[in-house]
């Protein structure tokens, strides 16, 4: 097929200090599975994580700072839908990530539908729930 000039959607990356910690976070959260390199050479040090959805990839930042939650600028986050968000809060404290809001663990019927937490780099991501019944 010729090349249309056609832009396409490739995948979301993630500047860290820890690109394998991070990717193997999203991994092990998403039911996916690692694929990348440490080579030192360029490409190395960059790590896709490979599931159903959108491919997440981590890059080497050594020099990473996460972004201050909520005061700081978050630059992009990840909108994650769950059905279950107790079980998706547990299973995100036990991988090492954050609860940012609320911080409590997830009570029946909350007024809001999303909820937000950190990877164990910073970034800031969001549970939503997929319809007003949820949760």
Not at 21 to 50: I, Q, S
């Amino acid at each position: 097929m010729a090349d249309d000039g056609r832009i396409t959607f490739d995948c979301v990356a993630l500047d860290c200090a820890d690109p394998l910690g991070v990717a193997r976070f999203y991994a092990a959260l998403l039911g996916g599975k690692v694929d990348g390199t440490d080579d030192p050479e360029p490409g190395g040090n960059w790590y896709d994580v490979v599931w159903d959805g959108p491919r997440i990839a981590t890059q080497l930042a050594p020099d990473h700072a996460s972004p201050n939650w909520p005061d700081g600028q978050q630059q992009v986050h990840l909108d994650l839908v769950v059905t279950d968000v107790a079980a998706a809060h547990e299973r995100v404290l036990e991988l090492g990530g954050t609860a940012l809001d609320p911080v409590e663990a997830p009570q029946p019927r909350p007024e809001r539908g999303f909820r937000v937490y950190a990877d164990p780099a910073g970034h800031p991501f969001c549970f939503c729930r997929p319809s007003d019944e949820a949760w």
